[in-house]
């Protein structure tokens, strides 16, 4: 019922900034919480952010706090993912994912229903 696409994603320079997009498809976009996630070769994947569906509501991991900022344009059906400052530990392959009809924010895998296919982001050090 969602399909999300992320793009954005490179290969960059720790301090350097990226901004991942991710559009959705559906009738009910504000609807959806949104979430990015990451997940690093080897490594479980991992919560990065959350944005309610009004956008009113935004919550970072603590591993990203004061570097990334998540929005959403509903009006457009996108999320935004604003990397800065990154760090070689930021490398992964991220994904947005959206809540299926609830527009709370939530930092967990399992509450998300909806995913893209995933954007490599890469930073060098």
């Known amino acids: 019922q969602v399909q999300l696409v992320e793009s954005g994603g490179g290969l960059v320079q720790a301090g350097d900034s990226l901004r991942l997009s991710c559009a959705a498809s559906g009738r009910s976009f504000s609807r959806n919480a949104m979430g990015w996630f990451r997940q690093a070769p080897g490594k479980e994947r991992e919560f990065v952010s959350t944005?309610?569906?009004?956008?009113?509501?935004?919550y970072y991991a603590d591993s990203v706090k004061g570097r990334f900022t998540i929005s959403r344009d509903n009006a457009k059906k996108m999320a935004y993912l604003q990397m800065n400052s990154l760090k070689a530990e930021d490398t992964a392959v991220y994904y947005c994912?959206?809540?299926?009809?609830?527009?709370?924010?939530?930092?967990?895998?399992?509450?998300?229903?909806?995913w893209g296919q995933g954007t490599q982001v890469t930073v060098s050090s």
């Open positions: 994912a959206a809540r299926d009809r609830y527009s709370g924010t939530s930092d967990r895998l399992a509450e998300y229903d909806y």
């Open positions: 944005i309610s569906g009004s956008g009113g509501g935004t």
